[in-house]
């Protein structure tokens, strides 16, 4: 194939007789690369597609392939890149066909085109990685400098905690920039204020890249319609925003409607925001986008019946929303059904997915009434038109709340980017899917008459199926005050105010083991369900939540007139020792633990982790409740005083005998994760409590077979001396009828995993387990085969222990989450827990930041099939 000068075309005769031309910068590109893998230029006779010719030179360019070479090598051109027969390309729902050739460190579309994409962009976008597109008209158009920095750096990690990757899309320098770089941001953020700085929709995108090309190289801001235009032909699918503009008030005689309607209704990109500003007319903007085709759906947040459309900072509006979803993976779903019909003329519309700004940042609606009517007002009649009029009603707002709108604006568009970002995780997971179709096999619905039960069975569905894991348990406010020292004074002065450094941080025992699994489980989606009060702690706890990444849906607030979040103050001395702690935790004592939980068995759920900071009577029945929905649960004992609550009576609970423990094989609970002193605290409550002087306990026991003599001697040789001598194993084995796999904490001794086997139990056959069986059944059980113990020596010996807050819960957290993936219970599960407890050891904070590299380790585990679930 000869190469011609650049700019020319050339026609090539395609296989059914039509033509096709391309440029020759890109044919001679195709050449090239089909030239280094082996295959005949004349390839390029059968129309290979432009995108997968620039989806190779991207795996050249960032030296994924040297030298163009692909491992599928010619069966993957044959496959991907050749024409079929039929007169259209080969067409799916995957956005990751768009990029691009090398130009510094961004990936340019083309020699010719002045849009870039980052490498890091365009690597999750051909990867099925989550990425979420951001605005920079709030940057350059909103916030000031140095604030307008600040958030964007905010929302990008906000992004990445929710595990995607943010691409804040701009403007520099005359090139559109598909992911930005921290330099970027603050050049353009830097450009705010500035005249010549552009506010760029779908109309001016040409000029400013056409000035560019010309030498006028100008900054600007995208709006929601620019992000759209710009995000589409990156490939992104997923936008967070604050909100989107809409028909403005007296549009008969203005015609002022913004072109993010109108892109919505020709841009296949879901877009996240608070609804549309609230200055808008709401009624004619859904209007509008009905007309227009665009899918607009609003998060119910907690609400049921009819929910309204948002109102930005308002969470209702008084217009109805046509579609409500409960949660992301339903948002996702819903993008993934219009990806699944291609990429047609019929599917290029866009979505509108309204997310409420949080309760606790909501402006009462009376009082942003008043204020929007008199900036239009005032607007209207100081000639405030087109560009110009949404930033001239936006600052009158916040000069008419007294600032109150700033926290509004910046809380609800970090909840909107959060939600995108988990939007964009689902949707992933869909792709990704074998079977991605959820299908009702049984059934027929009618076509007319049943949108509203399709609705709502849809809606229980995809909330039953949306977690793995539950955890049940205390989040608090923890703050530490470490005394700094004077002149040498290790302890503080009583009865007096002392200098000290207080490092406020989010703790309790259930908020660190879902922290844990959350970090550790990769795709695993955890639920913390816990209560908060309406006060300051409260919002600050379900804010640091929400960072965190976690799932706040299983958060109940309560009113601070009866109730007060949960609270941890420890006193230090100089050199870190406790001095002095106190601990408001009455909310869940208080409270009923039966709010928290669903009436029906969430689809999908394998295991529930419940603590023991609940009442006593709460823990049973918390056990009972998931243990009759066939959910796995484990235990754990929190303290010595509450891991008592486990046996101790409760005449409330325990008068109908519903919610008692009962041996094997009517046990309730899986698992607990005590340590040695809670271990023996369980013990004695249980034999204080007669739980050891009932018959099934004791055919349970008898069942084991451990013999009469000899049992000492077998307990060492599991064991040791010094752990037989403190009554560990043998206080296990009393435990065990009630819970058939007890993993003791050892702390440098390591963990000690008891476990009662069922007779068709592998361990019982297999040789390389010979050593742990402790005892086999000899009584002819048909329940119970033997006890299987073993000690798992302690993975490392930590000497630069900065922490040992949380290193238990993170223990029990990373091991939930392998169990949950259908990890077996043994070595290599037991040795990521215990790295990751040694990572919290090493950790400020209560859960390590660091346990994400643990989740490729397990899903390796989970993929090796190693084994079902214990």
Known sequence: MMAHRPGSCRTFRRVNDTRLKLTSNRLILSSRILGNIGLDTNVASTAIRPDKVRRIHYYRSCGK????????????????????????????????????????????????????????????????????????????????????????????????????????????????????????????????????TMKVSRRDIPYILGLGIAGRKLNGG??????????RRAGIKVFGTGGIGGVHRGVEDSMDISADLTELGRTSIAVISSGCKSFLDIQRTLEYLETQGATVCTFADGREGDVEFPAFYTR??????????????????????????????????GMLFANPIPKEFSIPKEEIDAAINQAVREAAEQGFH??????????????????????????????????????????????????????????????????????????????????????????????????????????????????????????????????????????????????????????????ALKNEGLDTSGIKTLPASSSRTAQYVAINDAKKDLMLAMADMSILVTQSSESLTQKSAPTGLKWAVVDANWQKGNIRKLISHYSNMSVRVAFEPV?????????????????????????????????????????AAMYAVAKKQNYFESDAWWHAIDALGIPSSGARDRFVSIANHKITDQGIPQQAIQLLPFIPTILTKLGVEGVLVTKLLQPNDFRLCDPAYAPYILSRCSNGSKDIGGVYMRLFPAFETVNDVVSVNGAGDTFLGVLVAGLAKGIQLEERLINLAQKGAVMTLRSKESVSPQLEELSTELDALATEGACSST
Do not use: W
């Open 65 to 196: 392939y040297p030298n163009g070479v692909l491992p599928t090598g010619r069966q993957y051109l044959k496959k991907e890149m050749v024409r079929n027969h039929k007169n259209s390309f080969p067409t799916g729902p995957n956005p990751r066909q768009t990029v691009a050739l090398e130009s510094e460190d961004h990936l340019g579309l083309c020699d010719k085109q002045p849009i870039y994409v980052s490498k890091e962009v365009s690597h999750a976008l051909m990867n099925n990685q989550p990425v979420v597109a951001l605005e920079t008209t709030i940057y350059t158009h909103g916030f000031p400098y140095p604030e307008n920095v600040s958030l964007a750096l905010d929302l990008e990690e906000i992004v990445r905690q929710k595990g995607a990757v943010p691409a804040t899309i701009g403007i520099l320098h005359g090139e559109a920039r598909v992911g930005l770089s921290h330099q970027d941001i603050i050049k353009l953020a830097s450009a705010a204020g500035k005249p010549e």
């Open 222 to 231: 995208t709006t929601v319609s620019g992000t759209m235009m710009l995000a």
């Open 316 to 349: 209702d509006s008084g217009v109805k929303s046509h579609g409500v979803v409960q949660t992301a993976r339903e948002a996702a779903a819903i993008i993934y059904s219009q990806e699944l019909f291609g990429n047609t003329r019929e599917c290029h519309s």
């Open 386 to 543: 087109g560009h110009a009029n949404t930033p001239f009603i936006l600052s009158r707002i916040k000069d008419l709340t007294k600032g109150n709108s700033l926290p509004a604006n910046r809380a609800l568009i970090e909840s909107n980017v959060a939600m995108a970002a988990s939007v964009a995780v689902e949707l992933c997971k869909f792709r990704a899917s074998k079977d991605p179709l959820v299908r009702n096999k049984g059934s027929k619905v009618a076509e007319t008459g049943a949108a509203k039960s399709v609705k709502d069975s849809t809606r229980i569905e995809a909330n039953n199926t949306s977690h793995d894991i539950h955890v049940i348990g205390s989040v608090a406010v923890d703050l530490s005050c470490d005394y700094t020292g004077q002149q040498g004074e290790l302890s503080p002065q009583l009865k007096t105010s002392n200098i000290a450094t207080i490092v406020p941080s989010i703790g309790g025992v259930g908020h660190n083991v879902a922290l844990a699994a959350h970090r550790a489980g990769g795709a695993s989606s955890v639920q913390l369900c816990s209560f908060i009060a309406d006060d300051l702690a409260g919002k600050t706890v379900l804010a």
């Open 639 to 679: 303290s010595v005083a509450k891991s008592a609550g486990l046996f101790e009576y409760d005449p409330d609970v325990d008068r109908e005998g519903v919610c008692t423990l009962r041996p094997f094989p009517d046990t309730k609970l899986d698992l607990a994760t005590p340590n040695q002193h809670e271990l």
